[in-house]
């Protein structure tokens, strides 16, 4: 299937991509590489999902809000493809940053969030390659913020 009829499958209602907010660019398209900035934990009615994993918020926050990272990063990429999805050939990589406490070692299972996302939108194009940081704090204080890097065709 593709990533819209998955899109429409699973029930997913994805973001507006909202314009940057600072001196960068939302997404970048270099050849066929197409960069997506960082995009942060913001739920469903627009809200920022702040705090820190393994003390304001437990684990299952923290990989909802990686979640809701990826469906930010895929609304950015439908809008950098012209509303077209099919335009992606695959998702090549994922960087996932995590605002948690200094003994917090679950961040691969935080940012699983924003790549099981991915993976249901994309299919097998959706599969990459990933990094998951921790870090003592993020923008506006967030709970996780992703970035990515796509293949067009």
């Not at 997913?12 to 939302?26: C, F, Q």
């Not at 997404?27 to 469903?44: A, H």
């Not at 439908?78 to 940053?97: E, M, P, R, W, Y």
């Amino acid at each position: 299937m593709s990533a819209e009829d998955n899109i429409k499958t699973l029930n997913i209602k994805l973001p507006t991509a909202p314009d940057p907010v600072g001196s960068y660019v939302a997404t970048k398209i270099v050849n066929n590489i197409l960069y997506v900035s960082g995009q942060v934990s913001i739920d469903e009615n627009g809200n920022l999902i702040k705090g820190k994993i393994g003390k304001d918020l437990n684990l299952e926050d923290g990989y909802n809000a990686a979640a809701r990272c990826a469906l930010s990063i895929t609304a950015q990429v439908k809008k950098a493809c012209n509303n077209d999805l099919s335009k992606v050939k695959s998702c090549i990589k994922l960087t996932g940053f995590v605002n948690s406490i200094d003994n917090f070692i679950e961040q691969p299972k935080v940012v699983n969030g924003a790549s099981d996302t991915i993976v249901k939108i994309f299919g097998d194009s959706g599969m990459h390659t990933r990094a998951a940081v921790s870090t003592n704090s993020l923008p506006l204080g967030v709970a996780v913020e992703v970035d990515a890097i796509f293949e067009l065709n």
